[in-house]
Structures are given as structure tokens and as C-alpha cells.
């Protein structure tokens, strides 16, 4: 009887890990499927040579964010827009506006910062942002907004 209980223990373990991997991998499938195609999209128009960073960017309008080098050896971020591949790629040059780094201490600087969760760079009404995620120190969630040009708060979700 012994023996068949740890066969069934292990049994049902290893369906539940099996299931919980599959799940994961068909939900992740979507992401990676259009964030490699943005990434040829963009090597294809030669906007970048070299692609370093990707991620899908939801705002009023979903962008995949594809961050590299171009000719010249310039740090870009060009933006595809992910429902129509025939409109124009957005694009900026990273040391034009405000680093990663300066939204992150501006963030830092204004609220209690207990932990970054994500930064991303997209397009909003205003122009190009930084969305940073965080919890404060009540593990509230935050989303902030800053924009890419001067560095200046555009738009703040907070407590959530």
C-alpha cells in the first residue's frame, strides 16, 4: 500500500510541474514570437545593426521596444508598433534624452522606493517615456511616468 501511494505521489508531482512548465511556455510563446519579429523588422529597415534589448511596451497603443546600436555606434531604441507593421518605426537616440539611470534616481528621490520591478521605455500621448514599476516601502504597487525628453514627471498611478 506504501508503494503505491509514493507512486502516486510522484505521479501527480511530476504531471502538476509538467503542466505548470507547459502553461508557462505557451504564455511566454506570444511575447517571444512578436518580440523576434520586431527585432527583424528593425534589422531589415537597418535602423539598428546590432539589437541588445527587447520588450513589449502596452500603453494606448502596444509597441515592441527594440534597444541596440546603429551604424554610426549610437545607443538607439526604435519602437514597432505591434498591431501594424506597415506604419513608420518610431526611433531615438539614448543619449539624446534621459538615461535609464536618471528616471531611476528621479523616482528614487521623490517616493520610498522599497523595490524596482521594471523599467521600460515606450511611447505615450506626450512622446517617449520612461515607465518605471516599483513598490513602496507598504508594498503598494506604483507606476510612474517620465518623460524621455527633459526628465520631468508626465504621469503617476500609485497605491495600487
Same mark, same amino acid.
Do not use: C
Given at each position: 500500500?506504501?508503494?503505491?501511494?509514493?507512486?502516486?505521489?510522484?505521479?501527480?508531482?511530476?504531471?502538476?510541474?509538467?503542466?505548470? /512548465?507547459?502553461?508557462?511556455?505557451?504564455?511566454?510563446?506570444?511575447?517571444?514570437?512578436?518580440?523576434?519579429?520586431?527585432?527583424? /523588422?528593425?534589422?531589415?529597415?537597418?535602423?539598428?545593426?546590432?539589437?541588445?534589448?527587447?520588450?513589449?511596451?502596452?500603453?494606448?497603443?502596444?509597441?515592441?521596444?527594440?534597444?541596440?546600436?546603429?551604424?554610426?555606434?549610437?545607443?538607439?531604441?526604435?519602437?514597432?508598433?505591434?498591431?501594424?507593421?506597415?506604419?513608420?518605426?518610431?526611433?531615438?537616440?539614448?543619449?539624446?534624452?534621459?538615461?535609464?539611470?536618471?528616471?531611476?534616481?528621479?523616482?528614487?528621490?521623490?517616493?520610498?522606493?522599497?523595490?524596482?520591478?521594471?523599467?521600460?521605455?515606450?511611447?505615450?500621448?506626450?512622446?517617449?517615456?520612461?515607465?518605471?514599476?516599483?513598490?513602496?516601502?507598504?508594498?503598494?504597487?506604483?507606476?510612474?511616468?517620465?518623460?524621455?525628453?527633459?526628465?520631468?514627471?508626465?504621469?503617476?498611478?500609485?497605491?495600487?
Amino acid at each position: 500500500m506504501k508503494n503505491w501511494i509514493k507512486f502516486f505521489t510522484i505521479f501527480l508531482l511530476i504531471l502538476s510541474l509538467s503542466i505548470v /512548465v507547459i502553461v508557462a511556455w505557451k504564455s511566454y510563446s506570444p511575447f517571444y514570437s512578436s518580440e523576434k519579429d520586431a527585432k527583424q /523588422v528593425v534589422l531589415d529597415a537597418d535602423k539598428l545593426v546590432t539589437v541588445t534589448d527587447t520588450y513589449v511596451y502596452n500603453g494606448k497603443k502596444p509597441y515592441v521596444t527594440v534597444i541596440g546600436t546603429d551604424k554610426a555606434g549610437k545607443k538607439k531604441a526604435v519602437f514597432v508598433p505591434k498591431d501594424d507593421s506597415k506604419a513608420k518605426l518610431e526611433e531615438v537616440i539614448m543619449e539624446d534624452g534621459t538615461s535609464e539611470k536618471e528616471a531611476l534616481s528621479v523616482v528614487s528621490k521623490k517616493d520610498n522606493v522599497k523595490e524596482i520591478l521594471h523599467t521600460k521605455l515606450g511611447i505615450e500621448e506626450p512622446g517617449v517615456v520612461w515607465e518605471i514599476t516599483y513598490l513602496n516601502q507598504e508594498d503598494k504597487l506604483n507606476y510612474v511616468y517620465i518623460l524621455f525628453e527633459n526628465g520631468q514627471w508626465w504621469k503617476r498611478i500609485l497605491n495600487l
